[in-house]
């Protein structure tokens, strides 16, 4: 007569903690199929369990203990247990789970095991933001396609790469905006963010393509510009002009024709790679377009190219040479790693030029055709948007 599901359990708890081996399998099944969710494939039958029990084995210390805190004992096939783990008698750091296990008819022997294991990082409530976020870009993934054998297969849609955007949106979103402060990044999130830091931010908006510091350097005072480090203002203004140059570029890609391109470039000026990430996420989700011709550019192109040209190269000088007083080029430099330290965000800014560059190239990719000369500008960044919108 085979154990109940829960003295069964318990004693391959026991011979977990024992660190014997050769009991613990004993209480798997050949065909068992064990599911850790750290993990991103189940390990399937007993001698993928048994390595994955020895090298979890491996460098761990003897009195790091598996500690059953509830286990059920309704059902004589299956259970489930409340579980926690402590080191020498202390309860360890992120160190509880939960695990259902279910025997087999047959063998009475462990046949399917999952095991949830306590976050390290607790989103809260931004998961639940997280998962409004995403769920119209899983619909559109997970909804069937019709067969077309007649399609190509560059001409179908490409869900993995959406889905692989997807997950850095959420990742760029969390890390750099939400995620607790100092936990992954130094600085606040958007939820704790500090006065200064907040004023930080107001002044250098208030400095937009450096048009108010131009207007007062000769002699207009009709607002003042507020005093910002040149350092940071050339950072920012750079940035933004960037993401200005992407609104033709994104009106000439034809792959993203069903989105709502200029209401979701307004909102990347402000918010940058939260929007953008999920645009490029969501051109992904149909085929590209059979016609390969290079769309024509219009008058609205080259006037945003020359503006980002030249707002972009100017706030690349005034960052060396802008506003004196606060230094000369090791101090700015010196300022400049340190807010890389300590300043969230300077970072996004940072993260978002590597981002840009990125979309840049895929989105040049996609509209210049490849016969077509001018196609290495897509590998300059800013600079190289900035002047096929011109040319």
């Known amino acids: 007569m085979t154990k109940p599901a829960h003295l069964m359990i318990k004693s391959l708890y026991q011979a977990i903690n024992r660190r014997d081996i050769s009991a613990a399998i004993d209480c798997i099944d050949d065909e068992c199929v ?57 309860p360890f750091p992120n160190g509880r789970g939960v695990s259902f296990y279910r025997l087999s008819e047959t063998t009475g022997k462990l046949i399917y095991a999952r095991d949830v294991v306590e976050p390290p990082i607790k989103p809260g409530k931004v ?25 190509a297969k560059s001409e179908q849609p490409q869900p993995w790469v959406a889905i692989a955007l997807a997950l850095v949106a959420i990742v760029y979103t969390y890390v750099l905006l939400l995620s607790p402060p100092n936990q992954l990044l130094p600085g ?6 500090q006065p200064e830091t907040l004023q930080e931010i107001l002044d250098e908006s208030l400095n937009f393509f450096l048009i108010l510091p131009i207007l007062n350097a000769v002699g207009i005072h009709v607002m003042e510009s507020p005093t910002v480090h040149p350092t940071l203002e050339a950072l920012f203004n750079f ?36 929007i953008l990430t999920p645009y490029m996420a969501l051109r992904y989700t149909v085929p590209p377009p059979q016609d390969k011709d290079e769309p024509e550019k219009s008058w609205l192109a080259r006037l945003f190219g020359w503006i980002g040209l030249i707002v972009g190269t ?47 190239g895929v989105l040049l990719t996609a509209v210049i055709p490849s016969n077509k000369r001018g196609r290495w500008l897509r590998y300059v960044p800013f600079w190289g948007l900035a002047v096929w919108l011109i040319i």
């Not at 039958?45 to 203990?65: H, I, R, T």
């Not at 807010?339 to 990125?358: G, K, P, Q, Y």
Request: with cysteine; glycine share 6%; net charge negative.
């Open 239 to 274: 940035a933004e002009a960037w993401i200005f140059m992407f609104l033709p570029l994104l009106l000439l890609d034809k792959r993203g024709r069903h989105l709502p391109k200029v209401l979701m470039w307004s909102v990347a000026m402000f918010l940058t790679n939260v």
């Open 34 to 90: 064990y599911e850790d969710l750290n993990f991103p494939q189940p390990f399937r039958g007993k001698a993928a369990v048994q390595q994955l029990f020895e090298e979890s084995y491996q460098g761990v210390p003897d009195d790091l203990l598996f500690v059953i805190d509830d286990i059920t004992t309704g059902d004589s096939s299956s259970t489930g247990v409340l579980w926690h783990v402590e080191l020498d008698g202390i």
């Open 314 to 360: 100017l706030a690349i000088v005034w960052g060396f040479v802008g506003r004196p007083e606060f230094g000369d080029l090791a101090q700015r430099a010196q300022y400049f790693r340190e807010l890389l330290m300590s300043n969230r965000v300077t970072i996004a800014f940072c993260v978002d030029l590597v981002l840009f560059s990125i979309f840049q």
């Open 188 to 193: 606040e999130p958007i939820w704790a963010i």
């Open 127 to 151: 998961a639940f933001w997280i998962i409004r976020l995403v769920t119209p870009l899983v619909r559109r993934l997970l909804k069937r396609q019709p067969e077309t054998h007649a399609m």
